[in-house]
């Protein structure tokens, strides 16, 4: 199985500042049609999760602008450039490419 | 707008089993793989199955394997997870999403596996 690494756990952030997670898998996640199918999550207190970028960098539909993905092949970056009170939550990468899919640890965000 | 609702969830005895069901709206059901994930209490996400758009295929995590079934009814736009053989740590809050990619999910079913 592929083994999905998140840092941090945990992440205490300044209201306006920016914040990075980084999530690592243990095998590429490249398909064989060159496709790269790794997804971020974010579970806000007491509700479901909600996706937020697919396919490494493609925002959902209504995700505010300020979150971004990047990377490629095993590394992978979620970056909110701002970080506002409703981002507060934990927010888990998925890896679509290789089956059983598998989730990242998980990193909590707070505000300092 | 895309709906998912879970139901079925119960308070059930180590052995015992439970199906849960997933009604779906909003989008063209029989086109879409769907899938079912989990979180145990104050534990992270568990994929658990995923199933083809017209039944041809389903896989399962490990953990369930050979005790949990996933299955479909297209013509009533409903998602099934049947599950024998109920252990503690089954006990989780089971959610139902759209596509192996999880795009939208719904509130959750909570099973409890408990004598």
């Known amino acids: 199985d592929v083994v999905m690494t998140q840092s941090p756990l945990s992440l205490p952030v300044t209201l306006g500042q920016p914040a990075s997670i980084s999530c690592r898998s243990s095998?590429?996640?490249?398909?064989?049609?060159?496709?790269?199918?790794l997804n971020w999550f974010l579970q806000r207190p007491g509700q479901s999760p909600r996706r937020l970028i697919y396919m490494v960098s493609y925002r959902d539909s209504g995700v505010p602008d300020r979150f971004s993905g990047s990377g490629s092949g095993t590394d992978f970056t979620l970056k909110i450039s701002r970080v506002e009170a409703e981002d507060v939550g934990i927010y888990y990468c998925?890896?679509?490419?290789?089956?059983?899919?598998?989730f990242g640890q998980g990193t909590r965000v707070e505000i300092k | 707008e895309v709906q998912i609702l879970e139901s079925g969830g119960d308070l059930v005895q180590p052995g015992g089993s439970l199906r849960l069901s997933c009604a779906a709206s909003?989008?063209?059901?029989?086109?879409?793989?769907m899938s079912w994930v989990r979180q145990a209490p104050g534990k992270g996400l568990e994929w658990v199955s995923t199933?083809?758009?017209?039944?041809?295929?389903?896989y399962y995590a490990d953990s369930v394997k050979g005790r949990f079934t996933i299955s479909r009814d297209n013509s009533r736009n409903t998602l099934y997870l049947q599950m024998n053989s109920l252990r503690a740590e089954d006990t989780a809050l089971y959610y139902c999403?759209?596509?192996?990619?999880?795009?939208?999910w719904g509130q959750g079913t909570v099973v409890t596996v408990s004598s």
């Open positions: 199933i083809s758009p017209s039944s041809d295929y389903a």
């Open positions: 909003g989008f063209t059901f029989n086109t879409y793989e």
């Open positions: 999403s759209k596509g192996s990619a999880c795009d939208y």
């Open positions: 095998q590429s996640l490249v398909n064989s049609g060159g496709q790269t199918f």
């Open positions: 998925m890896q679509a490419t290789h089956w059983p899919r598998t």
